[in-house]
């Protein structure tokens, strides 16, 4: 938040102003220092944690890549190789339309070079995951400086749910494409950051919150400044014409413009209800005593993250961040009325406010600093053991 002066002093002004680019190539260097060493640290918990818990003798231990080949790693795997109605009779799945292809799309293309559908997996979210980082060193530098920058990037990669940029899911390559498209917003180069929001909806439906948060800052920004960044305002239409361009594909190949709602329902169970019922399923699930422990876990993680992205969309409004507020916001709607809560400790990856102001707190209070690396880093560490093992964890 800037500052105004008025005849009664300084007061804080309703809107941020961007500051100068913060940090230069030592924040860049910084952050992607940050991400390679928690990369390394991530390859060796999964090789010590297969050794030490691992349920088999040495001789049929699995390689490093069976150790990532778990859960959405291969439908994603599927749909590159087969595309979305190409079932063997071995896979019969026909949930993975719930699944968008920017992920499928470069996985096809990266296994040209490297022949492991696993290990092509990983490259691109080793790769996304450090433009990611990237990026949201410098989201967090224009708003508190460099040091802010490279907090932000540490807790993020410090998450509890951080195996998740690890494996071959979407989380890092969204993250790619939606962190340049948030700091092109603020820069207010609409052009840029419609493009890279079209990229980041092409890989989850996420991308559609994505759209709406720059649509609003787009707003707000015209407001306090209307000439300036008019121009290119027409790109922010490009996210949801990348979603519309999905769901057409999926018409024309099922007859069906609900498909990828259809999907959801029949691969995973999730359909719209009332908030109030969907708690009430996912609390029983919870605390069901015959529910399996690991799956309990979860569901309790999943009130949890719920809970925390009710608390940081309030913060976020309270603090007139209206575009991120929408972001965060709107995804929780969506969380919060679906049948059950599912797999939002793994979005709060999403949420680069919630980074950004975490490094902001943590400056101001240290304490907040060794709280969350005391909390968070085991459970990260116990999360990458959990999942490497085929383990529920989100």
Not at 25 to 32: E, G, I, K, Q, S
Not at 189 to 204: D, E, I, K, Y
Not at 332 to 357: I, K, N, Q
Not at 363 to 375: C, D, E, F, I, S
């Amino acid at each position: 938040m800037g500052l105004t002066e008025t005849g009664a002093g300084v007061r804080r002004s309703t809107r941020r102003s961007p500051r100068p680019a913060a940090g230069g190539p030592r924040l860049t260097r910084d952050a992607l220092t940050v991400w390679i060493a928690s990369r390394a640290s991530v390859a060796v918990l999964a090789v010590a944690g297969a050794w030490t818990v691992g349920d088999v003798s040495a001789g049929r231990m699995p390689s490093f890549s069976a150790l990532w080949n778990r859960w959405d790693v291969g439908l994603f795997d599927k749909i590159a190789r087969w595309g979305y109605f190409g079932y063997p009779r071995h896979y019969p799945d026909q949930g993975v339309a719930a699944f968008f292809p920017g992920e499928p799309l470069l996985l096809r293309a990266v296994h040209v070079v490297i022949p492991s559908w696993i290990l092509a997996g990983l490259a691109i979210s080793a790769v996304a995951g450090a433009v990611a980082a990237v990026a949201l060193a410098r989201i967090a530098a224009i708003e508190g400086g460099p040091e802010q920058g490279r907090r932000s990037v540490l807790y993020l990669v410090a998450s509890p749910f951080a195996v998740f940029l690890f494996a071959g899911y979407s989380e890092s390559l969204f993250l790619a494409f939606a962190l340049p498209a948030w700091l092109a917003g603020r820069h207010a180069r609409w052009r840029s950051a419609g493009l890279l929001a079209a990229g980041a909806s092409l890989v989850r439906i996420t991308g559609v919150f994505l759209a709406l948060a720059l649509a609003i800052e787009y707003l707000a920004t015209r407001r306090s400044r209307p000439r300036p960044v008019d121009a290119g305002a027409g790109w922010l239409l490009a996210p949801w014409l990348a979603v519309g361009g999905y769901f057409g594909y999926l018409r024309a190949r099922t007859g069906d413009w609900l498909a990828w709602q259809h999907a959801q329902a029949l691969g995973w169970g999730r359909s719209f209800t009332s908030p109030w019922q969907s708690f009430l399923t996912t609390w029983h699930a919870a605390w069901n005593p015959n529910q399996g422990a690991a799956y309990a876990w979860s569901f309790r993680t999943e009130l949890l993250a719920v809970a925390l992205g009710v608390v940081l969309s309030l913060v976020l409004l309270y603090r007139r961040r209206w575009g991120e507020a929408g972001y965060v916001g709107a995804q929780v709607a969506a969380f919060a009325t679906s049948s059950f809560y599912l797999s939002v400790g793994r979005a709060t990856l999403l949420w680069w406010p919630l980074w950004v102001m975490l490094a902001g707190a943590a400056l101001r209070r240290p304490a907040v600093h060794v709280t969350y690396l005391a909390l968070a880093a085991p459970l990260g560490a116990v999360l990458v053991i959990a999942f490497t093992q085929g383990h529920w964890v989100g």
